[in-house]
């Protein structure tokens, strides 16, 4: 799987599952392992249905489950990798959504603020790139 694919469907399965329907359009292979990795990832944390559809709307619950659940897809998408951030995953992610190399970057600096552990710092990074990014899924 390229690099490519691998951060599209990272924050494709964060929208596709957590956010509100904006509208993405991505080829069925890639929404079919969007919903294999979010389905496992509900089934790991059992996370409740009804804080994952608030978060759909932009309501993020700071239920520790939720939070489980979010890292729990940005570590099956290798968003995070030995413990860290892949900033370079991202940033590509961010490119090839908006075109603009200089866009990834500030929205990273933006989003990317560390917290008290790296769990709470994946969640924040990920409401902040909900609202900063110009995407969602249908």
Do not use: W
Not at 1 to 27: C, D
Not at 36 to 57: G, N, Y
Not at 76 to 88: A, L, S
């Amino acid at each position: 799987m390229t690099k490519f694919v691998v951060t599209f469907l990272v924050l494709i399965s964060v929208y596709y599952f957590q956010v509100a329907p904006r509208e993405i359009h991505s080829p069925p292979e890639q929404l079919e392992m969007i919903r294999k990795v979010t389905e496992a990832c509900a089934k790991e944390t059992a996370v409740k249905e009804d804080i994952v559809l608030k978060a759909r709307k932009g309501d993020f619950s700071d239920d520790s489950t939720f939070k489980e659940y979010v890292m729990c897809t940005m570590k099956k998408y290798n968003i995070v990798t030995d413990g860290k951030i892949n900033k370079e995953a991202i940033d590509q992610h961010v490119i090839v959504t908006t075109g603009d190399k200089d866009f990834a970057a500030k929205i990273f600096n933006k989003c990317h603020q560390e917290k008290d552990d790296l769990v709470n710092t994946v969640f924040e990074m990920m409401k902040c790139y909900f609202k900063e990014l110009p995407i969602s899924v249908v």
